[in-house]
């Protein structure tokens, strides 16, 4: 007796949702079993980072910069010029920074991630590691996504670090604001759950970035143009949970951390 097919609008977006649900919660039970394969875990973070420090150390000097010049511009036109510092910092620390890192695994590592896994689905190494008993995702997804959140964490830092600097630079030496009200409107406004809130938005978006391109990758649809495909839908995947996820983290926030001073 076979399982009817329902090819009902939705509903294999909804299986699909579920499969990376199963997913992700695999990955975490998988993290707490042993044996831990801490060489695959060295690996490939040492991969992912150095695909993706050199190109999120570069975006993220314009970024701030455009940051900066942007609230500096509207904080001349309200005349709130002494909140330019808070106002860049903020925005820098708790949204640039940890989209940015998010985007950039997701685009450079996930891919790469889903092409491997995927690549080896197709030529079965995934169904022989079954069959003798490895779990493929003890052995690869859980080094993987473990990999991507430990960069986002350390990338979250760089950039938080870069773009800060940016902003300083570019808000007082191309707009003429005073170093002074730039840092005192930022120790007088910014709060250290601020930066807890920026680490915890990293690790989460490494989480998603990985789980989601292994999902992709255990699941192409077809040969290596189902891989090329499934890389691709990876990525959008991705990028449409990190932006929904950060809109629900953010709100979270706002709700539980009162503002600095009130």
Known sequence: MTTPQYNLLGVGALRETGKLFALAGAVTRG?????????????????????????TALVSIPFGAV???????????????????????????????PLIVALLISGAGGSAICADIGSRKIREEIDAMTVMGVSPIQRLIVPRVLACMAVAL??????SVVGVVGGYFFNVIMQGGTPGAYLASFSALAQLPDLYISELKALIFGFIAGVVAA?????????????????NQSVVIAFMLLFFVNVV???IYLQVVPPKGS
Do not use: C, M, Y
């Not at 801490?38 to 040492?46: A, D, G, K, P």
């Open 215 to 231: 999902h992709r990758g255990l699941n192409p649809r077809g040969g290596p143009k189902g891989v090329g495909d499934a890389v």
């Open 154 to 159: 350390l990338l979250n830092g760089l950039v």
């Open 67 to 97: 940051i900066a010049l942007q609230v500096g511009s509207l904080a001349q036109q309200l005349g709130a010029q002494s909140f330019t510092g808070a106002a860049s910092v903020l925005a820098v620390i708790q949204q640039a920074s």
């Open 249 to 251: 983290l953010t709100a």
């Open 31 to 55: 993290v707490f079993r042993r044996p831990f394969q801490v060489r695959e875990l060295i690996e490939q973070f040492w991969f992912i980072a150095s695909v993706t420090i050199l190109p």
